[in-house]
């Protein structure tokens, strides 16, 4: 390529913080689902993010830095269970229970489920079935086998089905 063409292929990628500013909440978001905990979530997001920062230039050229991204994203999340950290941990209901409408407590009760699984199975439900990811992509950000993904995904699904906390009350 020539000296023009890497410049407007340069301008058309933007730049590090248009990037975090298109695509911030679509990676804070499978943080989230991944986390179980908003501020996690964020740390996760600012971890990968700035794991990935010094490659801007080379990938952004290629057009693939939203796929290391999110690598980064998973690969570290899947390594933080080495932090073991033990933070503070609620032990009290709060004194006033705000009411919630029925799809919050959809929602509270699919993380609930979600964080039965363990930290791969969390990982390939997420890249499957929230970020829509074929099983090749999948291991592919995981950098595991296809066979791997298929088997997580069959082991979280039967763990999800038999989740009591999923049951229907006409189930129970």
Not at 23 to 30: T, V
Not at 78 to 95: F, I, K, M, Q, Y
Request: proline share 2%; net charge negative.
């Amino acid at each position: 390529m020539d000296g023009v063409a890497v410049a407007e292929e340069r301008e058309q990628a933007g730049s590090f913080d248009d990037f975090v500013a298109a695509r911030g909440d679509a990676l804070w978001r499978s943080a989230w689902l991944l986390t179980g905990d908003a501020h996690l979530a964020e740390d996760l997001v600012q971890t990968a993010l700035a794991k990935s920062y010094g490659r801007w230039d080379r990938i952004a050229d290629a057009g693939g830095f939203e796929a290391y991204v999110r690598r980064a994203l998973f690969t570290t999340y899947v390594s933080w269970w080495r932090r073991r950290w033990n933070g503070e941990r609620a032990t009290a209901d709060l004194p006033e229970t705000p009411t919630t409408a029925p799809d919050l407590a959809l929602r509270r009760d699919l993380l609930a489920a979600l964080t039965t699984l363990s930290r791969g199975q969390r990982a390939v439900v997420v890249l499957r079935y929230v970020e829509d990811l074929t099983e090749r992509e999948t291991a592919a950000v995981l950098g595991c086998s296809v066979g791997t993904v298929k088997s997580q995904a069959a082991r979280a699904i039967a763990a999800l089905r038999s989740s009591p906390v999923l049951r229907d009350e006409e189930d129970a």
